[in-house]
DNA sequence: TATTTCTACTAAAACGTATTAGTAAAGATA
DNA sequence: TATCTTTACTAATACGTTTTAGTAGAAATA
């Protein structure tokens, strides 16, 4: 069905050269006179001849596809800021293959292996934990590489985020402010660096404050099943608490619903979430939260990544991308 | 620094078939000899090698890729519904390259276009209008292809689907059997063919129960700004409403905040979504709502394209996956 | 008229792999 | 010892492009 320069040629009584030359606008520069020009043009339309882009990157050594790495294309984080990377790439005509490391280590290894081995001309990662070698491995093959939403401080790359300390202090002056002199943290068990800073400014907050510091961990292992529990258990336990900040929004989320889920006991301190959400201001309890703000984050990433393409592997930096308290 | 098989072959002092033979698991059928094939192996292994996949694929004619097109890889019914098929493509070894086509049957075109050129081995599709020609131009290329979501009756692909029309009937009379007697409809002004089928559903049910039709058609274009207007308008003109019947979860998410923001008038009807939402079970009014079970969804994508993958492509036929009710 | 320069192309090599037909050497058979 | 098999490989071709060096013929120059 689809016909190849070759068979072009041979039906046009012509050199595969032409055709090609003919088809990649080169025709002036390759002295192909305007009548085999418009010959050559006119086949090629009228059997609507379709580039194999496998064999033009191989050729070329340019696959026009960028990969992009997150932890779970279908949160809410994750899929909005794709949407955006796309519509930035897509306008520069670069394609995107992506995949979703759903925070394991492993996958985010084949991931990037599968990718390398497809050539894509530069790579956009929310690193997993456990991942240095692999971003070195990348960094090796000279494809570009910016890291987002989180890091591994031991890999020297570019760099976009958010400044997570300051954005939690931020959040915890908000709930001061409004009140709270007793609020507690309720994080994920692990070392994310991100989330790290995010409670270490907590920390910090208390002891500035002389507030006595109250965190639960939760593992990312079945938080469905086993958060929810743990979660009610320790607010019923803690009884002084009068506020709680999150430090996901899908953790505030499932605070929502176990807290809600005790009938009766019907809590009335405030939430606060860092990273908002579609339905936030539409619950009560109203939410306040950080946001991170999507667009600038996917527009940085992309210019960033795209220089790197360009004009070549240049020396890391951070781009720190503000972000937004929201009272609600 | 990525070495090739030739350079491999010409360090070892062997033939570049050699290499590619061990490589490939063919060293006996291929009769190397098992000192060789360490050699090789061990030689392979100590650089790093790393195949080609482009030449790989152009030798082979197999890429390994499938394309998934989706409206919106960003909300909330096609970004869980895409991690997913991701999960279970990763485990066939296939990896996906997607696009969102924002509804824009140019843009889809484009992606179409670009994913034949890849060579993708088969594409998953969530159409657009206009986009027959298109789905045929997939079919020409002897492209498997499977839609979901909606399709084009003039089109003859295989099609995995809820049924609209049924579906959409459970959930008038849900609104009816809970006393609403003169609900309203919600839906997006577009001929996608799963919007009118839910709406005929709706038509119908007036029908048969002799009340009166009340359809509200929103325009997808500026939904955001225009969309809370119009709503909230024509909600206040038609006082005699006892329900709302959204055909599909953004447009209830856009009701409800429309409807909440003006403070005051609590209007007090329920409200019921064609799709779920991740918190529409913390919301009040609560939410009942139509569930696309999207495991079972994606489950079906994804074997029935696999299998044209491998088996070559059979006749087009219709998958239904039945939906939940959830009442709330 | 002999040489140079243009014109309008084409031949050939390259990208990195897979695959099939072929082959030299050793071993088995008669 | 002459022939057939088997062993252990390799040479050659193909996949579909891009790109550079080359070339035959015409036109211009000397």
Known sequence: MAKSIKEIAQELNVSKSTVSLVINHKAEQARISKELERRVLDYVEKVGYKP?????????????????????????????????????????????????????????????DFMLEKKVEGILLAPTVNLDEHQRKVLEYKVPLVVFDRNSPEVATHYVHIDNGESSRKACLHLH???????GLITIDSDQPQMLARKNAYLQFCEETSMQARILH????????????????????????????????????????SLRSEEGKNFDFPLFSFDDHELFDLLNPKISCIRQPLEPLAKTCVKVLLKEIDRGISIPREYVISTDLIKR
Chains 1, 2 share one sequence.
Request: charge should be positive; include cysteine.
């Open 52 to 112: 194999n882009s496998l064999a033009k990157s191989l050729a070329t050594g340019r696959s026009n596809t960028i990969g992009l790495i997150v932890e779970n294309i279908g949160d809410s984080f994750f899929g909005p800021f794709a949407l955006y990377v796309e519509e930035l790439l897509r306008k520069k005509n670069y394609h995107v293959l992506y995949s979703s490391t759903l925070g394991d280590p492993q996958n985010a290894r084949d991931i990037i």
């Open 177 to 183: 402010e409004i009140g709270c002199k007793n609020f």
């Open 218 to 257: 939760l593992s990312y292992q079945n938080l469905r099943q086993k958060g929810m529990a743990s979660l009610q258990n320790w607010v019923s336990k803690n009884t002084e608490l009068d506020g709680l900040f999150f430090t996901t929004n899908y953790l505030c989320i499932l605070g929502l619903k």
